[in-house]
């Protein structure tokens, strides 16, 4: 098939929005976008959009409808606690198929929840255990899985690993602007992979000129490799200053969250303090990754001047 022109895109947080305005900037494809809300609750959305429809998730035959005649689905739900990932995507992969749309890919955006990189060379074996935290994210890849291999659908997954100038929005990076304060997981010595949203723009850009990349398979894709020592090293340097460092245990943040969750506490604390260790533990550097595949040369974007770009505004 030729490339994918007619795309519904779902979703414009904090991740959604910005690749959204990089992928309309090409001129390339006829976007609607799919809203939850009022469309008067939105503000800043791109100029250039084909449509925008606020939908019922419940309401499959309309949502069918908003997607008859479109190429691909692509997601940016948010995954925290009752946003019901899961639910919204087994609702649009059911409309998907019900409207004739062949590609489809789910939000991810993030690091490898599927374990993929934890298992064997043939990518069975050991894997992350499913919990409360990721069982959204898993029933919303089984759920294509079982419909990829009906025929009814094909789908890519994308592992991005941290979205670097998110990293720095939603303050997970542990950097205090106003305070010159640096939160260190395990004192920020342990790696973690990073990609720049110009790169995963890339991916998708890629993905969509290539529909038989969709292809029922997980990519894990990256800039780079980062610690937190070294942001803060380049910090220091852009400011002339040097920070507070403060550091805490990724192993005991995540303990007591996991605990706090069995104990039927589950909020939005627990979510983010759950993810710490696989996020900035050490365990998600990617033993391999799928950029050339997709078009992306490894190691091009050089992360730590990325990082000067996104830090001296806030430094000013």
Not at 14 to 33: C, D, F, H, S, W
Not at 120 to 129: A, E, K, Q
Not at 188 to 209: C, D, E, Q
Not at 221 to 230: I, K, Y
């Amino acid at each position: 098939m030729s490339s994918l022109k007619n795309i519904v895109w779902v979703g414009t947080g904090k991740v959604g929005l910005p690749l959204l305005e990089k992928v309309i900037a090409t001129g390339n494809y006829n976007i609607r976008l799919l809203l939850r809300n009022p469309l008067s609750t939105y503000s800043g959305l791109p100029q250039g959009l084909s449509s925008i429809h606020q939908v019922d998730y419940t309401d499959q035959k309309s949502l069918a409808d908003y997607l008859r005649g479109q190429d691909a689905v692509i997601v940016f739900t948010s995954f925290l606690p009752g946003n019901g990932l899961d639910t919204k995507h087994i609702a649009l992969v059911n409309a998907a198929i019900d409207a004739g749309v062949k590609y489809f890919i789910p939000s991810e955006w993030a690091l490898d929840t599927a374990g993929i990189m934890g298992s064997t060379v043939d990518r069975h074996g050991p894997t992350l255990p499913t919990d409360i935290v990721l069982a959204p994210k898993r029933v919303s890849h089984n759920y294509l899985l079982c419909r990829a291999a009906e025929g009814k659908i094909r789908f890519a997954v994308v592992y991005p690993g941290v979205i670097f100038e998110n990293g720095f929005k939603t303050g997970i990076l542990g950097f205090d602007f106003a305070a010159r304060t640096a939160m260190l997981p395990d004192n920020g010595i342990n790696p973690f992979p990073a990609s720049t949203l110009s790169t995963i723009s890339k991916v998708i850009i890629s993905l969509f000129a290539n529909p038989s990349l969709i292809s029922n398979r997980f990519y894990h894709v990256a800039d780079g490799v980062l610690t937190q020592q070294e942001i803060l090293q380049v910090i220091e340097k852009e400011s002339g200053a040097s920070w507070m460092r403060n550091s805490y245990s990724t192993q005991t943040v995540r303990s007591n969250a996991v605990e706090n969750i069995a104990k039927g506490v589950y909020g939005r604390k627990e979510f983010v303090e759950s993810l710490m260790t696989p996020f900035f533990g050490g365990l998600q550097v990617f033993t391999k990754v799928d950029n050339e595949k997709l078009g992306i040369t490894y190691g091009e974007v050089d992360l730590r001047e990325e990082v000067a770009r996104v830090v001296r505004p806030q430094l000013q």
